[in-house]
């Protein structure tokens, strides 16, 4: 396992859209190097015949039945927004592929 | 041989007395306020009015409340008290915590009080519907006194990462109360609430239960719904009662739980004789029960004061009729690991819907050109805190493209062998009993700038979220003072078990000890209000 | 607005063959949203079918539309897929305003139904067969608005407005393996695969399938490897391609540009396309990256769909008769040739022309009819024919009027105008209008001695045999009688009174 770059922290925070100085991007490099240390442990004991848990009590097949149910005013849904116009949010320009 | 705590010898009980406002209302459980409100002899206001007072004495030295809901708790508690005056059906009807205030843990979403997971991003935020366990409340007519505080979006364990100042322990009040949910137990410990509601991810209920001397409980993952939970992480994530005594939680956590349509993850059918279990461990009788320890949650690692509440409790357990019997699960040591890569990862996403585009602040970028994808990163840059963005880019790191096998993968796996662990002490015992937590509350700012310490104080309460399995807090005695913490945990679905032996070491330690923990806890005088205000 | 080199597609077909791909969304026309209760609708006020769950708001959690997996398991069979016997959603994780929770709840790697095919029939009958590797449940994003700027164009707009009404939606998408060997009919096939399976989800009934309004909506994936090779090139994806019409142009545009690109020597850029039907080209879009990294992780607020055997088995049993089966059954039991056929097939009027039969006519009375003059009509309105409003029993009912000379064939067609002009019944436009032909022997004796009188010489010629002369004096009787003489009894009547 190989700790955690700069570069993969500037990536990471890309990915998960927030903004970081210089100083938090070091800051946070060092933070997640220890801490990715100290948890890579788990990839020692996880052989391959082991199955995933990701839900830890097991249920299958909760579903709905298909009918229309009560809905938010468009007053409701806009009244937290930081901006709208005509019923719809309101964002500032999106640049595909930025 | 078993130590009385020492607080009580040292400060004086008479402190409480002196207390100007002090009420004797608020030093009631919630079921014996619940009762005297049956009676009629107290009215739902009367019982609100105490506590709101209680608030407005202590709250400025303990910042426990984020918001107070008084002028909506004290209308309940009348239309409460106005249905048990006309009597009749209507009354009859009502349900036993009638008029019996609670706090909520700001991570719960309310209609008409705001909700801000103690995160600036939410600063403002109201929410147009209500959790289901905040309709349940509100069906059964407990006024809601407030929302309490917490390490923001749930991250931490100690309530020094709320947005909105540090909680203090009342026990001490340089201390802190334990996180995440800090505010629920501190208002509980400080008798500004009977009842509170938390979430537990880690040992959100348990830790700052047992360092604030109080009862939490975490339920078998999917007994109380998790609809208007502002997710962490959705597969640990679990609500449950915060109070007093095991008696108050069993009650409580009958009232919020059962099957919800609107969470695909609750139990199909609610968990039942919780208060019955209760009832049955306060009468001291746990004959055949047998109580496992688990090696790897003990000793090493933990206080020595805490070590030896512990032992003390096993010995009045046995007095009690338990067999003790040692259990092994070795693959605990990899209990911190797993967690701190599932719950990251699943952080990582759950709050992605933090982009300043719907609701909650948004900020925009201070220079260069204005997109959606800077104001998304500016807003979050702004509205995050430290601890929920180092959390927030190591699940980024541990789903992405590469790692996901050795990580995210991994660390499911774990928590496979971790329920296997647990499907194989509970062959040898009825329920594990373990210290909640490894050290009594460490003093505000000691954490700062480790991490990795910090999450350390979980590592007894992680395993039952792993495994999904019910864990509950009770009050252990004192170590320095401070209050120390026993956890017991059942099989899935066996709620009611740890009820059961949590209510008897609780009966079985305050009739030792001649009173309850909680009543020896220190006051908190105007002084040393005013010192923290 | 293109500037791409092309090769001209016959040239490029000598050189390459493509291999194509289809990325197929299907939104589903349940009542309400995958995951929401809110109601599946189009065209209503902004933001207006939305609950917390439809806005992402902090605390909401998702729960699955049965009808929805019941839809998704008939699209897997219909596609004659495997279904899953237990499957489960993830979260592909990207941020985009339209995206309420910045995820999006979709399945990855084990799809509701996997390896199926399905048989394209191309129109002069040649047929492929298309393999597909998986459907799988998933749910639509919002809808954006770009405005300011160059309005409705992403590029230099101002900002955007979001409406997430159709957020949530279902969606079922349809993932083919690679199609290889169509050649030069890869985008008559792209085309026809397209509309196959339009018409599969509108024949089971899942989906409203118009595509004009999104309810279909096609990625097309291109590359061309030299002829002979194994390796497949690099491929482009145009996105959202939505028309028929469009599937085609596109698959063509992109076959063209690539070889120009090939040709040139250089590579082709892995990249998203888009497509515009003003210019009938496409675009470059946005090249992959590494913000491409979803980090997929299994959905922890929904748990696993097992599908028994039992619930496939009786979901089985709602599949209606697979369309091209249907059109080989109607095909033999009708008599039609192929062309007929095919044409009737084009216009879309199957199933009219099976009502019509059902209710009582020939096979070939209704084919004239829903082909000729009611398809006249349909295009004299501008309409689609099954929106003309002629039903199958006005058709009986002027046949029989027909049958029982009652009116002719020429008095027929104006009574069904009358008809669509919302007049009423056949039966009923005939009386009102007093459209009866006219085969009162009196009254047609009459106007038949006048025509008679009128033009001896055309009577000479019958005398002498000329049959086909009795023709000439149809025009002065007609006159006569408004139209509205029996022209078979007029014939007999000429014959009688020259003793034939």
Not at chain 1, 87 to 97: H, N, S
Not at chain 2, 241 to 250: E, H, M, Q, W, Y
Not at chain 3, 115 to 136: K, M, P, S
Request: hydrophobic share 40%; aromatic share 6%.
């Amino acid at each position: 396992m190989s700790a955690i770059s700069r570069e993969d922290v500037v990536h990471l925070a890309r990915l998960a859209h927030i903004e970081m100085s210089d100083a938090e991007l070091d800051k946070m490099t060092g933070e997640l190097g220890v801490i990715v240390d100290a948890i890579a442990s788990v990839s020692e004991v996880a052989s391959s015949d082991i199955p995933a848990t990701s839900h830890p009590i097991p249920l299958t097949n909760v579903l709905r039945e298909d009918i229309v149910g009560q809905t938010l005013s468009n007053d409701e849904v806009l009244a937290n927004a930081p901006d709208s116009d005509s019923g719809r949010f309101k964002v500032p320009a999106i640049l595909d592929g930025e | 041989m078993h130590r009385t705590p020492t607080r009580a010898d040292s400060r004086s009980r008479q402190s409480w007395m002196v207390n100007s406002s002090m009420n004797e209302l608020i030093k009631l459980s919630a079921t014996e306020l619940a009762a005297k409100l049956r009676a009629g002899e107290v009215t739902s206001v009367q019982a609100v009015q105490a506590h709101l007072d209680r608030i407005t004495e202590v709250d400025t030295a303990l910042n426990a409340f984020l918001h107070v809901n008084a002028e909506e708790a004290l209308a309940v508690a009348a239309e409460v008290d106005a249905i048990r005056a006309a009597g009749g059906a209507q009354a009859q009807a009502l349900h036993p915590l009638a008029g019996v205030p609670i706090a909520i843990k700001d991570l719960i979403v309310t209609k008409g009080q705001p909700t801000t997971a103690a995160s600036k991003m939410l600063e403002g935020w109201m929410s147009p519907y209500d959790a289901t366990v905040i309709e349940k409340i509100r069906d059964a007519k407990l006024p809601m006194l407030g929302k309490t505080n917490l390490d923001e979006f749930a991250m931490g364990s100690s309530t020094e990462h709320s947005a909105y100042g540090v909680t203090r322990n009342p026990w001490d009040l340089n201390r802190i109360p334990g996180g995440s949910g800090g505010g629920s137990a501190a208002a509980v410990a400080a008798f500004e609430a009977p009842l509170a509601l938390g979430t537990d991810t880690g040992g959100s209920i348990r830790q700052p239960g047992a360092v604030t001397g109080t009862v939490g409980v975490k339920p078998t993952y999917g007994a109380v719904s998790r609809y208007g939970a502002i997710a962490m992480a959705s597969s640990l994530d679990q609500i449950g009662p915060v109070s007093r005594t095991v008696l108050d939680s069993a009650h409580l956590q009958e009232l919020i739980g059962g099957h919800d349509p609107k969470d695909s993850t609750s139990l199909a059918n609610p968990l039942e004789g919780l208060v019955a279990a209760a009832e049955s461990g306060a009468a001291g009788d746990l004959s055949g029960l047998r109580v496992g320890v688990i090696t790897e949650l003990q000793g090493e690692g933990y206080q020595d004061g805490v070590q030896a509440r512990f032992e003390e409790s096993l010995e009045l357990l046995k007095t009690a009729g338990a067999q003790i019997v040692e259990v092994s699960c070795p693959n605990l040591k990899y209990a911190l690991g797993a967690y701190y890569l599932i719950m990251p990862s699943e952080v990582s996403s759950n709050l992605a819907k933090f982009d300043g585009v719907r609701y909650g602040h948004r900020v925009l970028p201070e220079d260069g050109p204005l997109t959606i994808e800077r104001v998304m990163g500016a807003t979050r840059a702004a509205g995050f805190g430290d601890e929920v963005k180092r959390r927030i880019v190591l699940g980024t790191y541990a789903l992405s493209a590469g790692y996901y096998d050795a990580y995210y993968g991994s660390a499911q796996k774990v928590r496979t062998l971790i329920q296997r662990d647990f499907d194989a002490a509970f062959e040898q015992a009825d329920v594990l009993v373990s210290p909640t937590a490894p050290t009594v509350a460490f003093e505000l700012g000691s954490n700062d700038d480790d991490p990795l310490a910090m999450y350390l104080n979980d590592v007894a309460t992680i395993p039952a979220n792993l495994a999904g399995i019910p864990g509950i807090t009770v009050p252990g005695g004192l170590s320095d003072g401070l209050p120390v913490g026993i956890q017991f945990l059942a099989p899935a679905f066996e709620d009611a078990r740890v009820y059961r032996a949590g209510a008897a070491l609780e009966t079985l330690l305050e009739k030792q000890w001649g009173h309850s923990l909680i009543s020896q806890a220190p006051a908190i005088t105007a002084d040393s209000i005013a010192q923290k205000a | 607005m293109s500037t791409e080199e092309l090769v001209d597609f016959d040239v490029a077909l000598e050189k390459y063959d493509p291999v194509l791909g289809f990325e197929v969304h299907v939104e589903l026309n349940t009542k309400t949203k995958m995951f929401s209760d809110a109601p599946n609708a189009f065209g209503d006020e902004p933001n207006t079918n939305v609950t917390p769950v439809d806005l992402g708001l902090p605390g909401v959690l998702p729960v699955v539309n049965k009808t929805a997996v019941e839809y998704s398991i008939l699209i897997g069979l219909a596609l004659n897929c495997q279904i899953a016997e237990k499957c489960g959603f993830a979260r592909k994780n990207y941020f985009y305003p339209d995206t309420p929770k910045n995820f999006q709840t979709s399945q990855y790697d084990d799809p509701i139904a996997h390896d199926g095919w399905i048989d394209i029939e191309l129109e002069d009958g040649e047929v492929f067969r298309v393999e597909i590797e998986r459907a799988h449940m998933e749910e639509d994003a919002g809808k954006l608005t770009h405005l300011g700027g160059a309005a409705g164009r992403i590029q230099g707009a101002d900002y955007s407005l979001v409406d997430y009404n159709r957020a949530g939606v279902p969606l079922v998408e349809i993932v083919t393996k690679p199609i290889t060997g169509a050649g030069k009919r890869a985008p008559e096939l792209a085309r026809a695969y397209v509309g196959a399976i339009r018409e599969i989800v509108k024949n089971l009934g899942v989906s409203d399938a118009k595509m004009e309004r999104g309810n279909v909506r096609c990625d097309a994936n291109v590359s061309l490897m030299p002829k002979g090779a194994e390796k497949f090139g690099t491929r482009t994806e145009t996105k959202n391609v939505n028309s028929l019409r469009a599937v085609e142009h596109a698959v063509r545009f992109e076959i063209e540009r690539h070889a120009a690109v090939l040709d040139s020597g250089e590579k082709i850029v892995q990249e998203t396309r888009h497509w515009h039907e003003d210019t009938r080209s496409t675009t470059s879009g946005r090249p992959k990256s590494d913000a491409d990294d979803y980090r997929y992780f299994p959905e922890p607020d929904l748990v696993p769909i097992v599908t028994t055997a039992d619930w496939i088995e009786e979901l089985r049993s709602r599949l209606p008769e697979p369309p091209a089966e249907r059109r080989k059954r109607l095909k033999a039991d009708w008599g039609y040739a192929d062309k007929e056929f095919r044409d009737v097939v084009n216009a879309g009027v199957l199933d009219e022309i099976e009502a019509t039969i059902a209710a009582g006519t020939t096979a070939a009375v209704a084919r004239k009819w829903w082909m000729g003059e009611i398809a006249r009509l349909a295009k004299a309105a501008d309409k689609e024919i099954a929106d003309l409003g002629v039903s199958p029993e006005t058709i009986v009912e002027l046949d029989a009027l027909i049958q029982g000379k009652k009116i002719n064939d020429k008095i027929a067609r104006q009574v069904l105008e009358y008809v669509v002009a919302g007049e009423g019944t056949p039966a009923q436009i005939v009386e009102k209008r007093s459209l009866a032909v006219v085969n009162d022997d009196a009254a047609l004796g009459k106007a038949v001695d006048e025509a008679m009188a009128a033009m001896p010489d055309v009577v000479e010629k019958i005398k002498g045999g000329k049959m086909q002369a009795i023709g000439a004096l149809m025009g002065p009787v007609m006159k006569a009688t408004r139209g509205q003489a029996d022209a078979g009894r007029v014939r007999e009547l000429v014959m009688e009174k020259l003793g034939l």
